[in-house]
């Protein structure tokens, strides 16, 4: 089965989502520490820490997700495929940009025959494999 036109685009997207999350993880890193902890009061620096920490915690998820989505979906794996619906309902929270690109994206990787090519990839890479032993 001949690979769909559209998935170097979803590619690009989950690497470039990821690399967009770093980069919200490195200015969160830059907000928080050393000298922005400095300055806060001593009742609200318990609050600040959990806050920052549950950001940081969020973004890290987001661009774990991503990177896999992006290699299965290179790799032409069906849980790429998975991955990739996960990580482009997480972006639609991301607007404006975000949100439509994940509309897209879900639109596209939820179609019949992109579904059929990853389930007919994996299924080929199963009998390959199985020959080879």
């Known amino acids: 089965m001949k690979k769909p036109d559209l998935l170097v685009l ?13 980069m919200g993880l490195l200015a969160v890193a830059i907000v928080a520490f050393p000298d922005a902890t400095a300055s806060m009061w001593a009742s609200a620096l318990p609050g600040f820490i959990f806050a920052i920490s549950i950001v940081v915690l969020i973004l890290l998820s987001y661009i774990i997700i991503s990177v896999i989505a992006a290699v299965g979906i290179i ?50 890479g199963y009998h390959e494999e199985n020959i080879a032993r």
């Open 10 to 22: 979803v590619i690009v997207w989950e690497l470039l989502s990821a690399f967009m999350a770093l």
């Open 75 to 124: 790799k032409n794996r069906d849980w790429g495929r998975v991955m990739g619906i996960v990580q482009a309902a997480l972006s639609i929270f991301a607007a404006p940009v975000g949100t439509v690109a994940g509309i897209l994206i879900l639109v596209y990787l939820l179609r019949p025959d992109v579904e059929g090519y990853f389930k007919s990839s994996a299924a080929s």
